[in-house]
């Protein structure tokens, strides 16, 4: 299973992007979606989570209300919908798909860059 992400860049402050992971692997489905993020020199942290079927979703406190995780399994792809974005934003944001403990998959990670 590959997971390949787009979308980042650099952006100003309050403002929005999407970020996408499609994945080469069968069973989409399957997997337990997820985005996480890395700033320079802090540890990776949980961003959100989506189960298989989309009806379960969860959040890190410090995104609550202002992204959106999602998912199309029939293109294999999931999203992040970022708005109202913060300088603290500013990471390398990557896409892991889970199966249990059996399977667990990370993308090559995007830039995101929130400017002041």
């Known amino acids: 299973v590959q997971l390949v992400e787009s979308g980042g860049g650099l952006v100003q402050a309050g403002g929005s992007l999407r970020l996408s992971c499609a994945s080469s692997g069968r069973a989409f489905s399957s997997y337990v979606m997820g985005w996480f993020r890395q700033a320079p020199g802090k540890e990776r942290e949980f961003v959100a989570t989506i189960s298989g079927s989309g009806a379960t979703l969860n959040y890190a406190d410090s995104v609550k209300g202002r992204f959106t995780i999602s998912r199309n399994n029939a293109k294999s792809t999931v999203y992040l919908q970022m708005r109202s974005l913060k300088p603290e934003d500013t990471a390398v944001y990557y896409c892991?798909?889970?199966?249990?403990?059996?399977?667990?998959?990370w993308g090559q990670g995007t830039q995101v860059t929130v400017s002041s």
């Open positions: 892991r798909g889970t199966i249990g403990d059996s399977y667990d998959y």
